[in-house]
């Protein structure tokens, strides 16, 4: 998007054509590259709770441009336009007399956003004013798709990371596969799905783990208990005195373990019992993350595309379009609280059983 001629909010000189502008990603507030450093933030900040988003105003309209043939004139300021271009490089208007309109938004016909690509842009909101979805077009390409989803707006809604998630997507699609192998969701396994916002596989995965492993404390002591009952007696024997010195610590109020207590619990992990648990624990938890390792993205890619989908269907312009995509997308601390907190009781519990 073209910002010549428009005040910086920082230092309130008019950007020039060979500026370096950087734009705020949440509210797209334009900024000189030095300005935003030296302010250590938005200027606009304070006012993103609000929900602010940052209008271009008093754009001079271009003088009556003659259409030929490979331009694309735009219906608000009259900028000739490169025919490849999705919304104008001047205002940023949404431009709907291009041939491959249907590849940036689908027939929006019978529902709240029909009038996505046949009303004015309210605000002047473009997708080049969002820092992931400029940084998915440098590196992949203007025309780039994730299916029928411009990788742009794909990077909008990931947001953290996005520029690795976008590659790994196109590369899958490229090779009309499933698999696609990544250590982020490897080595986080239920917690990178929730972290993703993905709750609902994370909870299955979590489920599965804590219902094998579960299992597993109940089964291995009777199976012990009927093939092998001198193994069973040590292990019990070493529980029950654990267990007892817990109560005995808890009921005087002792603040430090004593060096019995290390010695017992290290009796007891060491027992053929609790090392065929730990065992069993650690195989489950492997296939777990070897799973999301190599299907991980898949997944995401199916959860992001069906969101970006149902944001087009409620979104009744271009402006909440990409308000939704910000707020629908990007990562999420608080659901990953959820499995951490569920993982540590399930551990203190067993662990004291």
Known sequence: MNYTGIDCPVCNTKFGDSDDVVVCPVCGTPHHRECWHR??????????IEGFIWQMTDIPVAPAQKTEENVKVCPRCGENNPPYEPVCIRCGERLKNQDSASMHMPPLEGNPAANWQTEANPNDFSPYQNVYAQDAKTLYGEDAMIEDIPASEVAEYIQKDSSKYIGRMLKMQEKNT???WSWASALGSFFWCFYRRMSGLGTVLLLIYL??????????????????PAMYDEYLTLATALTDLMTHL????????????????????????MIASIIVNG??????????GFFGTHFYKKKV???????RRVSINSVSYHMYLRQR???SVINLMLPVMIYMLYTMITAYL
């Open 305 to 311: 595309l069906k969101d970006i989908r149902t944001i």
């Open 283 to 292: 195989a489950t938890m492997l296939i777990i993350c070897v799973t999301t």
């Open 329 to 331: 997308g990007n990562v």
């Open 178 to 180: 499933k698999l696609s």
């Open 211 to 228: 219902t094998v492993s579960f299992a597993a404390s109940l089964i291995i002591p009777v199976i012990a208990k009927f093939s092998n």
């Open 39 to 48: 302010n250590g933030r938005c200027i606009n900040e304070e006012k993103h």
């Open 250 to 273: 808890l009921d005087s109020g002792a603040v430090n373990l004593p060096p019995e207590y290390y010695e017992l619990w290290g009796q007891l992990m060491s027992t053929p019992l």
